[in-house]
């Protein structure tokens, strides 16, 4: 825990400018550190997942070529931190947000009505809410929109689409369904945290500002 806490504010910092106003770092870290949260979870599910799609060891074709597939994927939610490292704000922001959306609806794909894919919409909205600064309002709800046509795209594919990766044991579509809405809850409750870490941190910054600020006037004040 002693080493993991400072990795991870070392990762939310990641294109912190302590010029930048204390609101604009508050988007940037909580950018990053989603971006973090997500990729840890899609590594966990993908443990999960990896011996479904290789159907317990038979390496044929199409099992192989969707298991690398879904492995690759992890990677572009490193993408989002290197565009805040570069300065590159919003595309870090739509990047997360995009990339994300796209994850979900692929895990539709792969498993249909097998799993309730859809419940990682909930986090997803909610951290496009809490993301956006206000001057992006109008991008913010182009994406809120986005979201809403993705759940409409699930649905459908939960509807019509046989799965790609059949799951035959009940006790498995059980585990399927109990680590996707336990987890739908966890990174909806995770953003909720992120949300409050950044902006508590945040304010501090705004008070070590107003502060430097006080002190300077009093200094060219005369006395």
């Given at each position: 825990?002693?080493?993991?806490?400072?990795?991870?504010?070392?990762?939310?910092?990641?294109?912190?400018?302590?010029?930048?106003?204390?609101?604009?770092?508050?988007?940037?870290?909580?950018?990053?550190?989603?971006?973090?949260?997500?990729?840890?979870?899609?590594?966990?599910?993908?443990?999960?997942?990896?011996?479904?799609?290789?159907?317990?060891?038979?390496?044929?074709?199409?099992?192989?070529?969707?298991?690398?597939?879904?492995?690759?994927?992890?990677?572009?939610?490193?993408?989002?931190?290197?565009?805040?490292?570069?300065?590159?704000?919003?595309?870090?922001?739509?990047?997360?947000?995009?990339?994300?959306?796209?994850?979900?609806?692929?895990?539709?794909?792969?498993?249909?009505?097998?799993?309730?894919?859809?419940?990682?919409?909930?986090?997803?909205?909610?951290?496009?809410?809490?993301?956006?600064?206000?001057?992006?309002?109008?991008?913010?709800?182009?994406?809120?929109?986005?979201?809403?046509?993705?759940?409409?795209?699930?649905?459908?594919?939960?509807?019509?689409?046989?799965?790609?990766?059949?799951?035959?044991?009940?006790?498995?579509?059980?585990?399927?369904?109990?680590?996707?809405?336990?987890?739908?809850?966890?990174?909806?409750?995770?953003?909720?945290?992120?949300?409050?870490?950044?902006?508590?941190?945040?304010e501090r910054q705004a008070l070590r500002e107003q502060e430097?600020?006080?002190?300077?006037?009093?200094?060219?004040?005369?006395?």
């Amino acid at each position: 825990m002693k080493t993991t806490l400072p990795v991870l504010i070392r990762l939310a910092d990641l294109g912190v400018d302590p010029l930048i106003p204390a609101w604009h770092a508050r988007h940037v870290r909580f950018c990053n550190l989603s971006a973090v949260v997500a990729g840890l979870f899609s590594l966990a599910f993908l443990a999960l997942e990896l011996p479904l799609i290789l159907d317990w060891g038979v390496w044929e074709t199409q099992p192989v070529l969707l298991a690398l597939v879904r492995s690759l994927a992890v990677l572009p939610f490193a993408l989002p931190l290197f565009l805040n490292l570069r300065g590159c704000h919003t595309a870090a922001r739509l990047a997360l947000i995009i990339w994300s959306l796209i994850f979900v609806v692929g895990l539709a794909l792969l498993y249909a009505h097998q799993a309730p894919t859809q419940l990682f919409l909930l986090p997803l909205v909610a951290a496009v809410l809490a993301m956006f600064p206000w001057r992006e309002n109008r991008r913010m709800w182009w994406l809120v929109m986005l979201c809403l046509l993705g759940l409409a795209g699930i649905l459908v594919i939960r509807a019509l689409h046989q799965p790609l990766v059949p799951v035959q044991s009940e006790w498995v579509l059980t585990l399927m369904d109990e680590f996707l809405t336990a987890g739908g809850v966890f990174l909806t409750l995770i953003v909720s945290f992120v949300l409050r870490t950044t902006t508590e941190r945040a304010e501090r910054q705004a008070l070590r500002e107003q502060e430097r600020a006080d002190r300077l006037l009093l200094n060219i004040l005369p006395a």
